[in-house]
């Protein structure tokens, strides 16, 4: 539906601006009629020859979501109404979010909950954001519980941030060494096989390697970037497959270093999205179904899926944990003792921030150990590279 731009006063006298969405003006004049504002001026928004574009590089951000959260907790922990506090908000959002926000005022002033006109954007706000939302509703703590949601909102980026970071420089220099290597075979090195050709001497084992790969890669070439588009595509095609999904899951978590990263990772967004659900309410099976379905990695989600089927036929929570391998021992003895003192909620805080900070760590020696390792293979394969080149150079110079 379209977008008009309006002036209107409100019912207290003040001149008040904004957006409403409606099938034509008479519909939108209307609903300004309905919300007690009296329309001075409403003109349609006209999109530019480019608002593709706009749309395709302007979607809504995290930290759009981030804000409105914040704000509206603000407004209505001051005391304004869920209505007016969107109102406002419609105002002040990108225009990337106004859209979303101006429809979801819409639907809370049509007499739809709030969690209800969240769910109609589920690439905005995510199941654990809508549940959440629920919760405060029905326990009358939404101001509360939208400012705890924005806090983890900003922590779970800040978290991702680094662990994403700390993968950045090692792909850099692995792309770089890839590009060097190619431009090394395509152009450098037949080069120099012309040159040694000319001499017509006796070439070394490594020189001849390197020519019979340089020439591959000079007549082949298309072979070998065919090849890799190819291979790329069945990868994507059999990872798509459970089976897929589940052999590379399992391979990537044994990998040194990396593999108890990624693990850390999956459980400690995993406790610290549980311990926000129940702190606001939810029920442990609600929790748990929410949560499972945010889990990205095929064997955790399969080993949730079961411990929340064993939940539900009345087993305790730690004790469906310590069935399953790719749980620590931790995890499940400190959640044993959170149902004991039925401080469940506040024992997964405790452990959420000790999974952070073991992934920090975890991040942190992976770096380390990363830059050494990338040295040590930038040595060996500039070392063989200039091995096989000087060797007959040396061979040529001592002839003379």
């Known amino acids: 539906m379209p977008f008009f731009n309006y002036t209107a006063r409100n019912k207290f006298g003040e001149r008040v601006k904004g957006k409403a969405e409606?099938?034509?003006?008479?519909?939108?004049?209307?609903?300004?009629?309905?919300?007690?504002?009296?329309?001075?001026?409403?003109?349609?928004?006209?999109?530019?020859?480019?608002?593709?574009?706009?749309?395709?590089?302007?979607?809504?951000?995290?930290?759009?979501?981030?804000?409105?959260?914040?704000?509206?907790?603000?407004?209505?922990?001051?005391?304004?109404?869920?209505?007016?506090?969107?109102?406002?908000?419609v105002q002040q959002s990108t225009p990337s979010f106004t859209q979303?926000?101006?429809?979801?005022?819409?639907?809370?002033?049509?007499?739809?909950?709030?969690?209800?006109?969240?769910?109609?954007?589920?690439?905005?706000?995510?199941q654990i954001y809508i549940q959440l939302v629920k919760a405060g509703e029905v326990g009358g703590v939404l101001d509360d519980v939208l400012m705890r949601l924005a806090i983890n909102l900003e922590a779970s980026k800040e978290f991702r941030a680094k662990t994403k970071g700390a993968m950045i420089y090692p792909g850099i220099v692995l792309l770089t060494m890839a590009v060097v290597m190619f431009v090394m075979m395509t152009f450098v090195v037949p080069q120099l096989t012309v040159m040694f050709e000319d001499f017509g001497a006796a070439l070394p084992a490594p020189?001849?390697?390197?020519?019979?790969?340089?020439?591959?890669f000079v007549n082949f070439w298309y072979v070998i970037i065919?090849?890799?588009?190819?291979g790329f595509l069945i990868y994507r095609?059999?990872?798509?497959?459970?089976?897929?999904?589940?052999?590379?899951?399992?391979?990537?978590?044994?990998?040194?270093?990396?593999?108890?990263?990624?693990?850390?990772?999956?459980?400690?967004?995993?406790?610290?999205?549980?311990?926000?659900?129940?702190?606001?309410?939810?029920?442990?099976?609600?929790?748990?179904?929410?949560?499972?379905?945010g889990v990205e990695n095929i064997l955790y989600r399969e080993a949730l899926e079961e411990v929340k089927d064993a939940v539900e036929k009345g087993a305790l929570l730690?004790?469906?944990?310590?069935?399953?391998?790719?749980?620590?021992?931790?995890?499940?003895?400190?959640?044993?003792?959170?149902?004991?003192?039925?401080?469940l909620d506040e024992v997964l805080i405790k452990l959420s921030e000790y999974f952070e900070q073991e992934t920090a760590q975890a991040v942190k020696n992976l770096t380390t150990a990363m830059e050494p390792m990338i040295i040590i293979v930038l040595a060996i394969g500039v070392g063989l590279m200039v091995v096989a080149i000087i060797m007959p150079i040396y061979s040529l110079t001592s002839q003379f």
């Open 237 to 293: 095609k059999w990872h798509q497959t459970k089976r897929g999904q589940r052999a590379v899951a399992g391979f990537v978590l044994k990998l040194p270093l990396l593999g108890s990263l990624l693990q850390k990772i999956v459980i400690a967004d995993f406790v610290r999205t549980l311990s926000l659900l129940l702190t606001a309410g939810v029920t442990l099976l609600a929790a748990m179904e929410v949560v499972t379905d």
């Open 100 to 126: 979303v926000v101006a429809q979801v005022l819409q639907d809370v002033e049509g007499g739809d909950a709030f969690s209800k006109a969240l769910s109609k954007h589920p690439k905005v706000f995510s």
């Open 226 to 230: 065919g090849g890799s588009i190819l």
């Open 318 to 343: 730690s004790e469906s944990l310590s069935r399953h391998e790719v749980f620590p021992p931790i995890l499940y003895q400190m959640t044993a003792v959170g149902e004991e003192t039925g401080k």
């Open 207 to 216: 020189t001849r390697m390197l020519m019979a790969i340089s020439d591959f």
């Open 22 to 89: 409606a099938r034509n003006i008479d519909e939108a004049a209307s609903l300004l009629l309905d919300r007690n504002l009296l329309v001075i001026s409403l003109k349609p928004i006209t999109e530019g020859t480019f608002s593709f574009i706009t749309q395709f590089f302007g979607g809504v951000k995290h930290n759009d979501v981030v804000n409105f959260t914040r704000q509206l907790s603000t407004m209505i922990g001051a005391g304004l109404s869920l209505s007016k506090a969107l109102g406002v908000l």
